[in-house]
């Protein structure tokens, strides 16, 4: 069985083009609220179009759909290609029973779905697993470390789409507005630190009654 025969499952991990520009896009312009860093607002100005919020919607139930855990027999499947390319454990011999050494292998990547399983055996196959000596078949617990890290980006990718999503639309307020809710509040302030002295409000000192001189 050669590593094609690991194709099995129609989920890529990689993201499409015009997906990754509208994450870039939105990314730059989020802004955390002050006190709440949980809690994302993008202005106006910035916001993505309905159009564009159905892509990335579209692409996060996608990604959801992807991160379920997948079928055993597909990792079975996977597995069993994986074992049979190497000759140090991987034969099947009288003290070997490999319908229990496939189990070992699937119940540790049980919660993990297909695709990524797929794509660590693949690794394991071509001798890009790092760390891995090629002459063994890896543990069940080196495959599901390498499956794992597999999932990593595409489930921070579905966590920026829903940062994203999830933002509060902030209208943003043209400059010209801008420059003239400064100007009036310098106004005030100018009128705060300097009050008039001639509106009939300033307190003057009463000055005192001159003694007159006897005669």
């Not at 890529?12 to 520009?21: E, K, N």
């Not at 055996?121 to 069940?140: T, V, W, Y």
Request: proline share 7%.
């Amino acid at each position: 069985m050669t590593s094609n025969s690991l194709t099995l499952t129609t989920f890529s991990p990689s993201r499409p083009d015009h997906v990754a520009g509208l994450i870039s896009k939105a990314s730059a312009h989020l802004v955390s609220w002050t006190g709440d860093p949980t809690r994302l607002s993008i202005s106006s100005r910035h916001a993505l179009s309905d159009a564009e919020r159905a892509v990335l919607t579209a692409r996060d139930w996608e990604l959801a759909e992807a991160l379920k855990p997948g079928d055993r027999r597909a990792a079975a499947r996977a597995v069993l290609a994986m074992l049979g390319l190497f000759p140090a454990g991987a034969a099947v011999g009288a003290d070997v029973d490999v319908k229990e050494l496939v189990a070992g292998y699937v119940s540790a990547v049980e919660d993990l779905p297909a695709w990524a399983v797929e794509a660590a055996c693949r690794r394991f196959i071509r001798g890009e697993a790092p760390g891995h000596n090629k002459a063994f078949r890896p543990s069940s617990a080196e495959l599901a470390h390498l499956a794992r890290q597999q999932v990593i980006p595409v489930r921070a990718e579905q966590i920026t789409i829903r940062r994203i999503l999830s933002a509060e639309v902030v209208r943003d307020v043209p400059k010209a507005d801008r420059e003239r809710v400064a100007m009036r509040l310098s106004e005030l302030s100018r009128g705060i630190a300097s009050p008039a002295d001639d509106d009939g409000l300033t307190t003057r000192r009463p000055k005192s009654p001159q003694s007159k001189r006897p005669a």
